[in-house]
């Protein structure tokens, strides 16, 4: 190794490990010193530099004493000067921690976990679906990317926030978006639909180009931006506006006695859609042949998806095709 390589190795190195490194060489010199001066105290280099670590922690056992003049005056050296080192490397630790803390509330700190949610934008509707995963999958890990907030004060965990545009690569990298399962994008209220979905979209191609075949699901407010969110590679679009349209109408809908935004609300909470290939046994089969085979298995079958045409409680006498898919509904 060259004098360069050696260089720029250490200077490569966290303080906190150069501090370390300065403690256990100073300890190591004064634990020397002390075997040589009075080999017969002190048999080993070993027994110098436990005396030496004891000294200069001040806790100071007793079980290895210099006795010389020459001895006393190493440890009163130690004391000086190892004691403060030792504390101030303690003292480092405990800032490295705190500025390391803080960096974490702030967003300012990367996320190295692997297989984890990624959400951009953090509101009250982000937090509630947050709180279901939590609920549900405890162990699975979480980022938060959004560029408002100023710090994170959402404690639960695990949960790992970080600031700044998931518009911009090194954004995206500081959440390890190469490894992350999958990736919601919210709509931003404080801005006008039109600024909300192009923002969408641009992460969305942000995305993709650093992760091809990562699922996206994004919320798209304009029925204008609906395509272009799909041609950005958006996996799944969520229409917002049409879904509450829509419910807003059946809880407004004179004839209907039933609390759609109550039933749908339950029934997502306590319920999963699964969509399953139609089995071979079960080709040619009417629905209602369907519905009890499945049943028996634990699932509901609510409709038929075709060609991605869905057809929702179809007729009894519906024959199923090869490449139908059936619609489900299964407890959590």
């Given at each position: 190794?060259?004098?360069?390589?050696?260089?720029?190795l250490?200077?490569?190195?966290p303080?906190?490990?150069?501090?370390?490194?300065?403690?256990?060489?100073?300890?190591?010199?004064?634990g020397?010193?002390i075997?040589?001066?009075?080999p017969?105290?002190?048999?080993?280099?070993?027994?110098?530099?436990?005396?030496?670590?004891?000294?200069g922690?001040?806790?100071?056992?007793?079980?290895?004493?210099?006795?010389?003049?020459?001895?006393r005056?190493?440890?009163?050296?130690?004391?000086l000067?190892g004691?403060g080192?030792?504390?101030?490397?303690?003292?480092?630790?405990?800032?490295?921690?705190?500025?390391?803390?803080?960096?974490?509330?702030?967003?300012?700190?990367a996320?190295?976990?692997?297989?984890?949610?990624?959400?951009?934008?953090?509101?009250?509707r982000?937090?509630?679906?947050?709180?279901?995963?939590?609920?549900?999958y405890?162990?699975?890990?979480?980022?938060?990317?959004?560029?408002?907030?100023?710090?994170?004060?959402?404690?639960?965990?695990?949960?790992?926030y970080?600031?700044?545009?998931?518009?911009?690569?090194?954004?995206?990298h500081?959440?390890?978006?190469?490894?992350?399962?999958?990736?919601?994008?919210?709509?931003?209220?404080?801005?006008?639909?039109?600024?909300?979905?192009?923002?969408?979209?641009?992460?969305?191609?942000?995305?993709?180009?650093?992760?091809?075949?990562?699922?996206?699901?994004?919320?798209i407010?304009?029925?204008?931006?609906?395509?272009?969110?799909?041609?950005?590679?958006?996996t799944?679009?969520?229409?917002s506006?049409?879904?509450?349209?829509?419910?807003?109408?059946?809880?407004?809908?004179?004839?209907?006695?039933?609390?759609?935004?109550?039933?749908i609300?339950?029934?997502?909470?306590?319920?999963?859609?699964?969509?399953?290939?139609?089995?071979?046994?079960l080709?040619?089969?009417?629905?209602?042949?369907a519905?009890?085979?499945?049943?028996?298995?634990?699932?509901?079958?609510?409709?038929?998806?075709?060609?991605?045409?869905?057809?929702?409680?179809?007729?009894?006498?519906?024959?199923?095709?090869?490449?139908d898919?059936?619609?489900?509904?299964a407890?959590?």
């Open positions: 190794m060259n004098e360069r390589f050696l260089k720029l250490y200077y490569r190195i303080n906190i490990l150069k501090l370390l490194l300065l403690v256990i060489i100073s300890l190591s010199l004064f020397y010193l075997y040589l001066i009075e017969q105290r002190f048999p080993t280099i070993l027994d110098g530099i436990w005396w030496a670590l004891i000294t922690a001040t806790v100071g056992y007793g079980d290895y004493v210099p006795v010389t003049l020459p001895g005056l190493i440890a009163a050296c130690l004391v000067s004691g080192l030792i504390a101030f490397y303690i003292a480092s630790i405990s800032t490295t921690a705190i500025k390391r803390e803080k960096k974490s509330q702030e967003g300012k700190l996320f190295h976990g692997t297989n984890h949610y990624i959400f951009v934008g953090f509101n009250e982000t937090r509630q679906l947050i709180d279901l995963i939590i609920h549900h405890p162990d699975k890990k979480i980022v938060i990317i959004d560029q408002t907030l100023t710090n994170l004060a959402y404690t639960k965990l695990p949960v790992h970080i600031k700044g545009n998931a518009a911009e690569d090194a954004i995206l500081m959440a390890n978006i190469k490894t992350a399962a999958c990736v919601f994008i919210a709509a931003d209220n404080q801005k006008s639909d039109y600024e909300s979905d192009t923002h969408a979209i641009l992460i969305t191609i942000a995305i993709r180009g650093n992760n091809p075949d990562i699922p996206v699901i994004s919320e407010l304009s029925k204008k931006q609906i395509d272009n969110a799909a041609r950005a590679g958006a799944t679009i969520i229409r506006n049409d879904f509450m349209s829509s419910l807003f109408f059946h809880e407004l809908d004179p004839e209907i006695l039933a609390t759609p935004f109550e039933d609300y339950h029934l997502l909470t306590q319920h999963k859609f699964i969509h399953r290939p139609v089995p071979d046994a080709i040619g089969k009417t629905y209602l042949e519905v009890t085979p499945c049943l028996e298995k634990g699932f509901l079958v609510i409709g038929v998806l075709r060609e991605k045409e869905y057809i929702l409680h179809p007729e009894t006498a519906f024959i199923l095709q090869e490449k898919t059936l619609i489900n509904l407890s959590r």
